[in-house]
């Protein structure tokens, strides 16, 4: 069962990070697409942020909006994504969306992965640091 969520503390996404988004759906012609934010099993931690463009909604999915932007998470996720804020940057050292997490206990040095302290995944190489 589809789930509409108005209520933004789930996961927080700045103006920055939606109009970026926004920007890549009109250059895809995407338009009808939401971002999918998810957690999966790998990474030097243990735990790895994934976001995707899609335009396919599972049973279960919460879907709110945000700036704009339809933002979609599995039910499985949200438990590691909740009270998650999601920038967009464009530094010296790199362009690109940056998550701050409070659930994670630790993370790699690129910030890619991550564990929390109850669920430390299965920790590998994320070959990013």
């Known amino acids: 069962?589809?789930?509409d969520q108005t209520q933004t503390s789930l996961?927080?996404?700045s103006s920055a990070a939606a109009?970026?988004?926004l920007d890549l759906l009109e250059k895809k012609?995407?338009?009808?697409?939401?971002?999918?934010?998810y957690v999966t099993g790998g990474g030097?931690?243990?735990?790895q942020y994934g976001m995707a463009l899609e335009s396919k909604i599972n049973d279960g999915d919460?879907?709110?909006?945000?700036?704009g932007v339809r933002v979609v998470v599995d039910e499985k996720s949200i438990e590691y994504?909740?009270?998650?804020?999601?920038?967009?940057v464009d530094e010296l050292m790199g362009t690109g969306f940056k998550i701050h997490n409070p659930?994670?206990?630790a993370s790699c040095g690129c910030g890619s992965s991550f564990r929390t302290e109850g669920d430390s995944g299965n920790p590998g190489s994320c070959g990013l640091c």
């Open 81 to 88: 994504l909740r009270g998650v804020s999601i920038d967009f």
């Open 1 to 3: 069962m589809l789930h």
């Open 29 to 37: 012609g995407l338009k009808d697409h939401a971002l999918r934010i």
């Open 19 to 21: 109009n970026a988004v």
């Open 44 to 47: 030097c931690s243990g735990l």
């Open 62 to 67: 919460l879907i709110f909006n945000q700036h």
């Open 103 to 105: 659930n994670a206990f």
């Open 11 to 13: 996961i927080e996404l």
